[in-house]
């Protein structure tokens, strides 16, 4: 009888806020092929070169702003996530709990699994949208390491949930009550990505781009385009919650110079909205399944100075899912959906 196991896998973060922890984690992570798609020669160039030259400096600094004395936010909350779900799992079905970059490292978590006997897992990446820099990494890495350390072991992935029915009611539960509160409007801030990431998404090679409104003109390729299903999640919340169209707006955050990313900027419309006459803002990050640096610094910390410094008054950034009772209950019944067919 095979023992079975749930792996679920986020972003990951440095070690501690020193700069070469930093460094050594900008390293792993802007070193991955499918954050910075070009040639191997190119991306070293560009990584040494330039980038680990001054970002980690900088990046440390930004790290420091959320640090808390158990650490990264991103791992504390990732594992209360996961001791949360073992325990409404019960002790036949163990969690395990992997980082993409850092630690706890794939292949170590991959060890450990097989040492413990488990031949059979469900992989749950924690990201909403399938992009290539994201989703689609993990579940590369994933299966590298399985075909390495034990090539029988079966894995069964979590296809991205943007529009599943019960991810959209646990954000809602997170939502509702800050909905509750006086509000001028709603801004939906998604990770950004380079449009090039979008193009290279669309296997048909003739819609991204090229067909009008390519985001919202139903397409198979939509199963691969991010901006896609950022929308499709955009759209359900704002059924689910009844939230008026002209109180709400999508921008995507994080971008980096040197090509053209996903408009319009977050940090654009934070400056534009109280010219507008938006004073008093929430803004909800629906990308991110834990608050981590993009959201506790660049929004919450960043994006309100921002906003109240171009005039706005009132600034609130609603949390993510984090370890909520509603995220946890829908990552049960996934998990309990899997045991079942797997029956």
């Not at 097989?114 to 990494?137: C, K, N, R, V």
């Not at 801030?189 to 979008?198: A, D, I, T």
């Not at 819609?207 to 955009?234: G, M």
């Amino acid at each position: 009888m095979s023992r079975r196991a749930v792996l679920i896998v986020n972003l990951g973060s440095p070690a501690s806020t020193s700069v070469s922890d930093v460094r050594n984690y900008l390293r792993e992570f802007l070193g991955d092929e499918r954050v910075l798609d070009m040639a191997a020669p190119l991306r070293w160039a560009l990584l040494e070169g330039i980038i680990l030259r001054t970002r980690p400096k900088k990046s440390a600094h930004a790290y420091a702003q959320v640090w808390t004395k158990e650490g990264s936010p991103l791992i504390t909350t990732s594992k209360a996530v996961q001791s949360k779900l073992a325990a409404t799992l019960g002790p036949d079905i163990p969690v395990y709990l992997a980082m993409r970059y850092g630690q706890p490292s794939i292949n170590l978590l991959i060890g450990q699994m097989i040492a413990d006997g488990i031949d059979e897992f469900l992989l749950f990446p924690q990201y909403p949208h399938y992009a290539m820099s994201s989703w689609e990494t993990v579940v590369v890495k994933v299966m590298e390491e399985v075909a390495k350390q034990s090539p029988r072991m079966k894995v069964t992935t979590v296809q991205p949930f943007f529009a599943d029915a019960d991810y959209i009611e646990a954000l809602h539960a997170v939502t509702a009550p800050y909905l509750a509160q006086a509000h001028d409007h709603l801004l939906f801030s998604y990770h950004g990505l380079p449009e090039r990431h979008m193009r290279k998404a669309d296997t048909s090679g003739a819609h991204c781009t090229i067909v009008p409104d390519c985001c919202t003109n139903c397409s198979p390729v939509h199963a691969t385009c991010y901006k896609a299903q950022c929308l499709a999640t955009t759209r359900a919340l704002v059924t689910k919650g009844g939230i008026p169209a002209e109180k709400h707006s999508v921008s995507f955050q994080s971008r980096l110079v040197g090509e053209p990313w996903l408009k319009p900027f977050t940090d654009k419309v934070l400056e534009d909205l109280p010219r507008n006459g938006v004073k008093k803002l929430l803004v909800i990050c629906p990308a991110f399944t834990t608050d981590c640096l993009e959201t506790l610094e660049e929004i919450q910390m960043q994006g309100r100075d921002s906003f109240l410094g171009a005039g706005g008054e009132s600034f609130q950034q609603i949390p993510c899912l984090n370890d909520h009772p509603a995220f946890i209950d829908f990552l049960a019944k996934r998990v309990r959906g899997w045991l079942a067919d797997a029956q």
